[in-house]
């Protein structure tokens, strides 16, 4: 049987997608405290998680009410932690976790994040993923001095390059053999096989040698999340591991169909980039308690503040609107899109406001999963047969206990099933998701990897 | 007594100050190996250190040879790994020893090193220091696609306003009864006490909120080593810890009472600042174990690896120069001014390219002092009472025995002479070494800062 992906879904910060669990009197997350990251880890690691995934944003939510007010009051995704700075501890604690993590490829030049996320690379051992994003929050670009963010297209354009020149410092600036430590001549690195990146680009321009090593993994496994056109097709040409949303099976099953056939357009084999889903999982030792504890959560979710990010998402300030309107009336022409997204494959409800942010199923935020651990096994199960997905992305609810249950009550399910592993695979996250430690040559990383005379 | 300073002086890289004791059949380096940094961490806080302080160079030293070729051979600061990673896994496993960390304010936009720098702080609990630096590879300039580096003293210019956007972040954004956590009426953050950044100057613009809550120290400790007058002035107005170099108590002394009389006349208590001067401590249960180590350690110190560094510093390609050379014939008129400070206070010897890096002091490696626990513990003494520093900032030899002897013989026989703390205080690191958390309103950072009334 298919082994399932299991990720968990993090933020550093007091409010992720679903604000408002700091408020529930068992939630225990303190995202300021090293010790209880590591704990996270622990746990994830005991129940074979595949990795945490840090999403990150670089700039506050302000579209709801044209302020960050409702964001500040909520902890929605604000105040926001570097998420980079709590991964090596992670590490420190576990030995197979793997650690994804969200950098913006707008705010800073490509050698810098080159060398940070090598470094990621090196201190885990080669568990670090990258999740590919190229911004879209203004509030972002006017704390860095920019007037405006850029076109959507042309973000895209600049991403691609960027990429190359990624590319060229982690697959092709220094050989395997580059550092030999050859105490008897004193020599550290062999000079003649480190090679200056000489880049010349439209956005770019980088005359330099990596300063890193190469890592386990040299490029960290790439995660990517673009949902829109150019967004698709960038994940098709380069992620590793592609993160979606929708909330019925049909909608999923034709995004995977989607993704994987644009994949093979780009001579990747279709089943190369690994599906991932997000999903919402409440289990409980029986399904009555775990309805009983969905009620519970709901009760504890920020509506505004879920708002916040829906407003941030959309471009629609749901300030101006009531809670119970029919959102079909929002005349916001640049979020009918997104809007439609939403909804329209529901077309015979009529969606209000206050539905979008019901802790209920919407697009945007994929299934609802609430159930006992058979019975949560048994959906995720069909939800991967039905759909062709890889696996599932879980977002943080209550700390640490619904991530808790899902070690103790799913996982054990899962295994019985076939469905899930019951060991971790040696090796880097690479290793471990596709089976080997580097990209392939088939990958648009391929064409700067240097291969030597006889070399495999 | 004075209570002296000690910090550790580190780099993420093989080879530091003095590349090429990789080599040492003793030397148990890892910079890769979260567990191998932890361990430094824990000998350091057995020792009571007061700070383990990681330099950064964000390029490579190509001087030598017009080409980064030497650096590679020996391991010279390259490759390099960003420090900043490796502080909270530190952290971790420590509960009073103290963090600096170089970070190089030209390459990024301030609202970024701010989150990075705030991140450091609240997981550090309070304990991390910023060394600010403006940079000076021109390798690095061409890493990011700037094509040259800007003039010195323009790069000071820059640096100021920079520092006055990362104030006006750290220090006026957010009040710190802002966060108020309060579960009853579900507020997080108290909107109208976060107030947004507007910075229109000449080089940044920035219009937007602080990302990250007051971390303990809100402004990190701030460390400067600017040498330049130029550098000096910048340190006597911003910096609480001054690195200095020097090699002769009566150079020490001048250096010293400059800085104190620039302090006072920018207002600050000429003993605000805390001077710690560079210095390479070999100690040994007996001198003369400690002069044999000596012995051994220079004889695994790499010359050319250390004139890299040197070429690099003084802009003189000593390639070009027979290791007996007498380096006044050096005509770069570009570096004289450099060789002066370095040599020029030694006029009676004449110095050969081959004295520069003989594991001896000159100006820019400070004083070596080598003997039993209790001679390098006077000698410290008889140091800091001459030229009125604050502490000493211990370059890394062979590791961890370097550091394990100072910390085993050295610290107790200060200790014993009242010299040294017989433990850390309690707090942030700025408590330790100030006496309160919290930049004064007498600093640069004060005006910035939001006083409430009836606020203490």
Chains 1, 2 share one sequence.
Do not use: C
Request: glycine share 8%; net charge neutral.
């Amino acid at each position: 049987m298919k082994q399932i992906i299991l990720n968990q879904f993090d933020m550093n910060t007091p409010g992720h997608i679903w604000p408002g669990f700091w408020r529930h009197p068992r939630d225990r997350m303190d995202y300021l405290d090293l010790a209880y990251w590591q704990s996270v880890a622990g746990i994830a690691e005991r129940g074979l998680i595949d990795s945490i995934f840090f999403a990150d944003v670089f700039g506050v939510y302000d579209v709801y009410g044209q302020s960050p007010e409702a964001a500040l009051r909520a902890g929605t995704q604000v105040p926001i932690n570097d998420p980079t700075l709590i991964i090596p501890s992670m590490a420190a604690a576990t030995r197979h976790l793997g650690f994804g993590v969200t950098s913006n490829l707008s705010l800073e030049p490509p050698y810098l994040l080159a060398r940070r996320l090598s470094t990621l690379d090196h201190l885990t051992k080669g568990r670090i993923a990258w999740n590919i994003v190229t911004g879209f929050l203004a509030s972002a670009a006017r704390g860095v001095g920019l007037e405006t963010i850029q076109r959507h297209d042309d973000r895209y354009e600049v991403a691609e390059e960027y990429m190359d020149v990624l590319y060229q410092l982690w697959e092709g600036s220094w050989e395997d053999d580059a550092v030999v430590k050859d105490v008897a001549t004193g020599l550290y690195t062999r000079p003649d096989r480190v090679h200056r990146v000489d880049h010349r680009g439209r956005h770019f321009r980088v005359d330099a040698i990596a300063l890193t090593e190469p890592s386990p993994q040299r490029t960290p496994t790439l995660y990517q999340a673009g949902a829109s056109t150019r967004g698709r097709a960038f994940s098709a040409r380069h992620a590793e591991t592609i993160l979606i949303s929708g909330h019925t099976k049909a909608i999923v099953a034709e995004t995977v169909r989607d993704i994987r056939r644009q994949a093979q357009a780009f001579g990747r084999d279709p089943r190369d980039p690994k599906i991932v889903l997000g999903a919402t999982i409440i289990a409980a030792p029986t399904t009555a308690e775990a309805r009983d504890l969905y009620e519970d959560y709901r009760g504890h979710v920020d509506a505004r503040g879920a708002l916040t990010i829906l407003a941030g998402w959309t471009g629609v300030d749901f300030s101006r609107y009531g809670l119970d309107e029919p959102i079909r009336h929002i005349d916001s022409p640049a979020a009918q899109s997104t809007l439609e997204l939403l909804t329209i494959r529901s077309p015979d409800r009529v969606w209000t406001v206050r539905d979008l942010v019901a802790f209920e199923p919407i697009a945007g935020h994929g299934p609802f999963i609430v159930g006992s651990g058979a019975a949560v096994a048994e959906e995720l199960i069909d939800w991967a047969a039905a759909t062709d997905i890889d696996g599932f992305n879980f977002t943080r609810l209550v700390m640490p206990e619904s991530l808790t249950a899902i070690v103790d009550l799913v996982v054990p399910e899962l295994q019985s099933r076939g469905a899930f592993k019951r060991a971790y695979a040696e090796g880097t996250l690479r290793r471990k998701l596709q089976g080997h430690d580097r990209l392939p040559s088939s990958h648009p990383a391929g064409r700067f990897q240097r291969r030597r005379a006889g070399a495999a």
